[in-house]
Structures are given as C-alpha cells and as structure tokens.
C-alpha cells in the first residue's frame, strides 16, 4: 500500500501526518489527505502481475513532426518558438485585468480562421459576456465553440468527444476536480487540476492553453509545480497605466525562453506592435540629463529602451532607492562600483530608476547604461541624444563586452541614432553610419563622458 502524505491546501506545504495546524502557514483545518494523482509504482515491488510491454523506438526516425500551427499573430507565434506545437501544454499568466482573457480570444478567433479546431473554455465569464467580448473586437465571425464550465470531468469529456486541435482555459484556478475535496482555486485543485489537463493533452494530442492568474508577490498563484508541469510558461505583464503589454516567455521546451512579444492594448483588443524601439522611444523629446538609451535583446530580437534617473538630495537619514523594471539589488551594485571604483559618491543623494515605457530589463547589459544614466543625472550632464549604451560592469570596475553586439547596433541605426558605446572587448563591427566608441573600464568612461572620476 502506498505511502499516505498529506499537504496543505493554502500554502502547498506537504507533510507526513495529519494535524490541524499547518507548520507552514499557521493556517488551521487546511491540511488534507493527498489523493488522486495517478501514484506510481510502489517502493518495493509491484508484485507478482506483470505489466505490458510498452513500444520503445529509436530516436532517428522518419516520422515528419506535425507543423506548429501559426495563427499570424506574429508578436504570438514568435514566442511560442515558431507556432503552437501540437499536445503541448501551456500556461500565461498574468495580473487580474492585464487582458489575458482578451489575448486568448483574440488568439482563439485567430487559429480557429487558420483551420485549426479550437474550443474555449471559460470559468470566470458567461458565454454571453464573451460573445459580447468577441463581438466588441470584431471576431464574432471565427468558428470558435464555446464553453461556460468549471468541472474539470465535464470539460475533459467534451474535449474527449469533440477532438478539437486546441482547448483555452479560462483559468486554471476556477477549475475543479470532483476527487479533490479542496475549494476551487487552493493549491491542491490547481494542482490537481494542471495535471489532468496536461496528461490529456499529452494523451490525446490537444494542445492546451491555461490562464493562471499572479499573485501579489509576481507567482503565479498556485504551487510552482505547475510551472513544471507544463511545457511553456509565458507572462503577460505591463503597468496598469501604460497600454504597452509584453508576452514573456519564461520557460520555453519548444522554443528560447526570454523572448518577448509586444502589444498595445487599444479600444479594439490588442494590437500587435512590430517595432517596440519605436514605440518605447517614441516618448523622448529634447536629451535631458538622466535619460539614456539603452541598446538591448529580449530574447531573439534587439529592443532599444530609455532607462531614467533622477537624483536629488534626500531629506532623510536613510536616502531612497526606488526603481521600476530593474533589479534592485543590481542597482546597488552599481551605486557601490561608482562610489568605490571613480570616487563619486551617492551618500545623502536619493536615487530614482525608471526604465521607459513598463518595460522589465533583467539583462545584465544594462549596466552600463544605468550607470550612465546615474551620472548623468547627479553631473546634470546629458548625453548626446543619438547615442546608445550596453555593456555589463562587474566589481572591479572593468566593462564586460555584451553579447549580439552587431544586433544592437544595427538596431541602434535603424532608428536613426550615430553613436554607440560599448565595453572595450566588444567585437569590431563596423555599421554604416553608427560611431561606435570603445571604453574599457568605468573610470574610463566616467572620465570620459562627464569629465568627473
Ligand atoms: P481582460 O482580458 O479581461 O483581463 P484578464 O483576463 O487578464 O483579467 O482585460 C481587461 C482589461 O482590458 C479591461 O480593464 C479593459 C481592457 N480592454 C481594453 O482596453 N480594450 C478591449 O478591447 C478589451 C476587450 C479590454
Ligand atoms: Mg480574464
């Protein structure tokens, strides 16, 4: 007999033995037994009947993968590495009112036009509330099916019979499986219930398309082991106050992970935007001091941002530190390099970083251009408006070559900018009309640029 176990349904913390307490959260009454996921093979033995003996094959073979499946939204099809794959599981996540809903119907409407069979499966709205939806953004034509359901036996059975080619769910966490006693939306049915979709999806070649809505904390609500579940996780982020939404793909098994597409959110649905440079840059006036532009890839594709600093003298004992779509702690690192590596200090100064347009950067390329951003803010000394700026600093103090160096400055070009400035050890390409100036360590380029360090 197997192994009883038994887990919390609020925080997912799994335990040997029941109590009324979980030691995890400090909830009461949310521990409850484990069941339902297919278990696997006892410890021991399996005893004395035997299983059947499953087909193995090599791994050349001549069967033709099926093609991906492209619905001609190209911002869509990129990130999901070149098209839909069939029998993949998919999760986007995303804030409440971000516009999944909006993007997947949009998505839906689209494969469905392109031949592929899709049904849309929806636990937070009406049919008639995404009747109207579709009707609003003009798709009401497309041989989407329809579903207003919340029991996952009754969805898989009708996925069963109906053998569409892609089922959307409208969200994991308004699903429930009758053989878990949790309430919809606890880790335990969220987790049951991303299992059952994906080994369908598997067994029966459907792809499938979750909805999972965030938490405050950025994670996506629900035990992390959904993530692990399936086989792409994308996000769907943007500020509430910007109509810019960018579909991130965080984990990727058919395709890069890191590639980003990029919408605009108008009256009309979203709209695809081809060049995010354009868009992200479009704001920028006359150079002032604080504002760089920073030459950066998202996954396969450069995408030039403005990063800003303001600088002023704090009132407080303990100066702020606030910034927007960066790593706080590598900001520090940057403040710390330029006290200790140039001499120029940022005590008693409060220090703002905004990157442009709700764009989030994790690319340790920015460096360089935060860094430039800083000085030039504290020095109000503004750049030249046409140049742009990449390259990592590490502690020494030394600049670091980034990599796709040709890509940023073609990039750079195409919009219109001459300058560029890079690490010292970046490869030498030469783009027709682009300055690209070398400094190989931060002193250097402190001296250099703002005549300080
Ligand atoms: P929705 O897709 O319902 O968000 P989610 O499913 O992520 O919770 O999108 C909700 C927001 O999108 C809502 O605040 C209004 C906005 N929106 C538009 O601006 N234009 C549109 O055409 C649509 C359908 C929604
Ligand atoms: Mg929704």
């Known amino acids: 007999m197997a192994k009883t176990s038994f887990s919390c349904s609020a925080c997912g913390a799994s335990f040997s033995k029941w109590s009324g307490r979980c030691e995890g959260c400090g909830e009461w009454n949310t521990i409850s037994e484990d069941k339902g996921l297919s278990s696997g093979p006892s410890k021991k033995s399996l005893g004395v009947k035997r299983g059947r003996t499953i087909p193995l094959s090599d791994l050349a073979t001549r069967e033709i993968p099926p093609p991906r499946a492209c619905c001609g939204v190209g911002e869509l099809d990129r990130v999901l590495g070149g098209g839909l794959v069939a029998a993949s599981a998919i999760l986007v996540g995303g804030d409440p009112g971000i516009g999944k809903s909006t993007l997947l119907l949009q998505a839906a409407a689209r494969f469905a036009k392109a031949g592929v069979k899709t049904i849309y499966v929806s636990g937070e709205e009406a049919s008639a509330q995404v009747r109207m939806r579709a009707q609003r953004l003009g798709l009401a034509d497309a041989p989407v099916q329809l579903a207003a359901e919340t029991n996952l036996r009754d969805i898989l059975t009708t996925l069963e019979a109906e053998k569409p080619q892609l089922a959307i769910i409208d969200s994991i966490q308004t699903m429930w499986s009758d053989h878990v006693d949790s309430a919809p939306g606890s880790v335990s049915q969220v987790r049951a219930a991303a299992h059952e979709l994906t080994t369908f999806a598997k067994r029966n070649g459907v792809s499938i398309i979750m909805v999972g809505h965030v ?40 395709g890069p992970a890191d590639e980003i597409g990029v919408f605009e959110m108008t009256g009309g649905g979203l709209a695809e935007v081809i060049n995010p ?167 250097g380029f402190v001296g250099e640029f703002f005549g300080a360090g």
């Open 277 to 443: 440079s354009a868009l992200f840059l479009s704001e920028r006036g006359e150079p002032s001091p604080g504002s760089v532009v920073f030459a950066g890839i998202e996954g396969t594709r450069p995408v030039l941002v403005e990063m800003q600093a303001l600088i002023a003298p704090s009132p407080h004992s303990q100066p702020r530190r606030a910034v927007v779509g960066w790593d706080s702690s590598r900001l520090a690192m940057i403040l710390a390099v330029l006290e200790a590596r140039c001499g120029i200090p940022f005590a008693g100064l409060d220090v703002y970083l905004n990157v442009a347009g709700g764009m989030k950067i994790s690319e340790p390329a920015a460096d360089l251009a935060v860094a430039a951003a800083l000085l030039s803010a504290r020095e109000d000394v503004a750049l030249p408006a046409d140049t742009v700026v990449f390259g990592e600093i590490s502690l020494s103090g030394a600049l670091r070559p980034a990599p796709q160096t040709e890509n940023r400055l073609k990039e750079a070009q195409k919009l219109g900018f001459t300058a560029a400035i890079a690490p010292g050890g970046s490869k030498t390409v030469s783009v027709n009309g682009l300055n690209l100036r070398k400094s190989s360590d931060l002193a």
């Open 215 to 254: 938490t405050k904390d950025g994670q996506i609500a629900g035990p992390r082991v959904v993530e692990h579940m399936v086989d792409t996780v994308l996000y769907f982020e943007g500020e509430r106050g910007h109509q810019f939404r960018i579909l991130r793909a965080v984990k990727n098994r058919f």
